[in-house]
């Protein structure tokens, strides 16, 4: 309920003592992300007047506000206040100055563009498109939110859980009087997701009420709150390895390290966490780390699960293209289904800042002369090439330099061919290649590093590469791939059979700017090795890809160590579903195309193989799938460099603040379960879960234990999957979290919990213990 509407209820002098008790609530928040005092904070929570606009004809002004909790933005709706009249700023990808969403430029005029601004929210959820009173106004808005949210990201887990209990107390404060009663304490534990009888409530009620005042206040609270967040599992593990008085000394911490966490580390690095980490100013003049410092260290990066070595840049990237997975989007222009839903400029600036690496672009005739992408012979909707192509400039390299290929499905007229060649040149300048790199033929792929910045054509065209040293002409071409036989056939029922119009001129001033990309059809392996060049590239449809993997593992590996493969999903997943990506990465494939508006397993298995490596969008590939001396078959595992045997050792130790599901029902906990799986060789895949815990989503503990044997390590992810258990349907999902078995840390450590569209759930988290050993 809104600081607004509970105004209402109360006397003036009431309503004067809540809005100081907001204020100073604000200000703790503020506090708590670095931004005390902040006149841009103070602006925010003030709020004020902007227009919201839909379209041309449905704008109104509506007041805004950041509300006291510092996460939220309360909105006026046009008559009276809703329950859903806030957002919280976790659901929002970013904030985006001027007249930089599709809805502005189309709905404004271009005078307005410095009163602009846009809220671009995570997932489907629609922009929030805004007009400022002035341009000083509009870039006020756009620098407070953008600050605030830079606060909150930088927020570790620990602070991150301080926040998030400290607001829902202050939200289970019903009456704002600064204190809790029995019946504000149970709604306040149903708040953060666990549910206790009513004895054990008053139990914990009466042990924190020292006063014997009937509630609690002050110290009181703050007992409470140790009492509510006290971790067993980490005293534990403390007072194990703090030999020196009950403390932990930097050599008690070395200790830690090299055994528990088996870090090749000196006593130097111990001194230096305890320096970063310790709060406690005596402890840390001591070179000791207290019990809070030891927390704040497992709860930052190098406490996690995923190696921070990994986390930058570390790989190779003067390797040749074909020699790293490239991530990739099918149909990227498409925001939901194949059949009629929207396409929009949004779904690529949204896969771009994922660090998708290769885009697709459906492209037809349009009219007035221009081009325009959407999937052919659906009712998807239409947007203009030009502006995907404006769009894809502005965006390509903001998450990542690397290379960014756009995959063209040509379906054009010459004279619009020429058109598209035309807004490339002209839009993407410089950066689009147009010629192969060097002075000579080249032999093989140029690397990521050396196509920094630069954009790649894929399509059909002339030899280009043999063109580039000798003027060829233009010529008809099979503009069909095999991605649109399906569309065809469907064309055929309706119309007489005419093979002609299979093919089209191919314009030479689109054919030319194809560089190291060109589209060709795959017959078989052998064929390929005999009759294309290195730059001959084929696409396969999901199930021939998927056969060749499994009947064909060894030959398609080398087959991807001369040449660029590329993997769509079916004709059939009409829905915009995807397939599995982990045996196409086996088999070496690049450009393994998924349906990036479509949340699940396989985008989260896509999400974990980028994560590493600066999350640039390219991952190189182990040498035994580059290495022609290679005899590495996926499904059949003989000897070889790649069979490196591990045990891998996985305790499901505890959870922390895990979200509700049905928040609708305060009622509703959650009973939460693991799931810890492997995907990588047939050999390796396989699934464990712990039991489920009833009725406890803020500190379940299992204390579960699986083993798993690991054959081939550099191609195995582990997924961590935590669902609320259900016995008469099917489980919800509260989290996950995956990554590269390669990129796993030994030892304690916490795991981040994600969405299902991959986004930080900021105050949840596992507690595990990991330990990988080498198999006999």
């Known amino acids: 309920m809104s600081c607004v509407r509970k105004l209402r209820k109360r006397t003036k002098s009431q309503e004067l003592v809540y809005q100081e008790q907001c204020k100073i609530v604000a ?57 859903d009249s806030s957002f919280s700023l976790e659901d929002i990808d970013s904030v985006r100055y001027g007249r930089q969403t599709e809805g502005l430029q189309k709905y404004t005029d271009s005078l307005a563009d410095d009163r602009c601004f846009s809220i671009v929210f995570k997932g489907r959820r629609k922009n929030l498109d805004l007009i400022a009173s002035s341009k000083e106004e509009a870039k006020r808005w756009v620098s407070g939110l953008e600050k605030i949210m830079t606060g909150m990201h930088s927020l570790n887990r620990q602070q991150n859980s301080e926040h998030w209990i400290y607001n829902c107390m202050r939200k289970a404060d019903k009456n704002a009087d600064n204190k809790m009663s029995l019946k504000e304490l149970k709604h306040f534990l149903r708040q953060i997701n666990i549910e206790v009888d009513d004895s054990y409530a008053e ?44 403390q932990m000394s930097s050599g008690d911490l070395l200790n830690f390290l090299q055994n528990e966490q088996r870090e090749p580390v000196s006593l130097e690095s111990a001194k230096k966490l305890i320096e970063k980490y310790e709060v406690d100013e005596t402890a840390k003049q001591n070179k000791y780390m207290s019990k809070d410092g030891f927390l704040m260290y497992l709860n930052h990066e190098e406490g996690s699960i995923f190696n921070p070595a990994h986390k930058p ?30 396409s929009s400029t949004e779904a690529y600036i949204k896969a771009l800042m994922k660090s998708c690496r290769c885009v697709e672009l459906d492209c037809w005739d349009g009219a007035n002369g221009e081009p325009v992408i ?47 060649a035309h807004h ?17 033929m080249p032999k093989s792929f140029p690397g990521p590093e050396e196509l920094k910045g630069r954009f790649l054509i894929k399509g059909k065209c002339l030899n280009k590469l043999d063109a580039a040293f000798n003027n060829n002409t233009t010529e008809d071409v099979d503009s069909v791939s095999e991605e649109d036989e399906a569309a065809e056939l469907k064309e055929a029922e309706q119309k007489p059979k005419d093979k002609s119009s299979k093919k089209i001129k191919l314009a030479k001033e689109l054919s030319d700017l194809v560089i190291y990309c060109k589209s060709v059809h795959f017959s078989n392996f052998e064929h390929s090795r005999d009759n294309h060049a290195f730059y001959e590239m084929a696409s396969f449809k999901e199930s021939k890809a998927m056969n060749l993997a499994e009947n064909s593992g060894t030959a398609y590996i ?67 799938q580059r290495d022609p001396a290679s005899q590495f078959d996926p499904k059949n595992l003989s000897v070889g460099p790649w069979l490196k045997k591990k045990n891998l050792h996985v305790m499901i130790i505890s959870a922390q603040q895990l979200p509700k599901i049905n928040k609708d029902k305060q009622k ?43 054959y081939v390590p550099e191609l195995a992810l582990v ?58």
């Open 27 to 83: 200000q703790e928040n503020g506090k708590r992300i670095g931004l005390e005092e902040d006149p841009d904070l103070q602006f925010l929570l003030k709020g004020g007047d902007l227009v919201k606009v839909k379209s041309r004809s449905w704008r109104k002004t509506r007041y805004f506000r950041l509300n006291e909790d510092c996460k939220t933005v309360w909105q006026q709706t046009s008559k009276r206040f809703k329950k």
């Open 719 to 776: 997924r961590f999957v935590v669902e609320d258990y259900d016995a008469a349907s099917h489980n919800d999902l509260v989290g996950l979290y995956t990554l590269p078995f390669t990129s796993m840390q030994n030892g304690y450590r916490h795991v981040p919990l994600l969405t299902k569209r991959g986004n930080l759930i900021p105050s949840a988290g596992l507690f595990v213990h990991i330990m990988i050993l080498d198999a006999k």
């Open 313 to 342: 840049i570390y790989q190779d990237m003067h390797q040749p293209l074909n020699h790293y997975l490239i991530s990739s989007s099918h149909n990227t222009y498409l925001m939901e289904d194949q059949l009629k839903g929207p």
């Open 558 to 624: 080398h087959h991807n160590m001369d040449k660029l493969s590329r993997i769509y999903p079916a004709g059939s997943r009409t829905d915009s579903s995807n397939y599995n990506p982990v045996p196409l990465w086996n088999a070496g494939c690049q450009i393994v195309a998924l349906n990036f508006q479509t949340p699940g397993k396989e985008m989260d298995l896509n999400q974990a193989r980028f994560l590493p490596n600066g999350k640039c969008g390219y991952i190189l590939k182990p040498e035994f």
């Open 203 to 246: 139990m914990l009620f009466k042990k924190c009420d020292t006063s014997n005042s009937g509630t609690l206040e002050g110290s009181e609270i703050k007992h409470f709150y140790d009492l509510l967040t006290y971790r067993e599992e980490i005293d534990v593990i403390y007072e194990k390895y703090a030999s020196t008085n009950g």
């Open 424 to 440: 490339l040149t002209s839009i993407l300048g410089s950066a689009l290649l147009t010629q192969p790199l060097g002075h000579q």
């Open 668 to 710: 509703s906990i959650v009973d939460p379960q693991v799931r810890v799986e492997i995907y990588g060789v047939p050999a390796d895949n396989a699934s464990k879960q712990t039991h489920h815990i009833d009725n406890n989503g803020f500190n379940p503990m299992w204390n579960t234990k699986f083993q798993f044997t690991i």
């Open 374 to 420: 959407y999937h052919g012979h659906t009712l998807t909707s239409k947007v203009l090439f030009q502006d995907v192509i404006k769009a894809i400039k502005e965006y390509a390299f903001k998450t990542s330099q690397y290379p960014v290929i756009l995959s063209l499905e040509n379906h054009c007229s010459t004279e619009q061919q020429k058109i598209m």
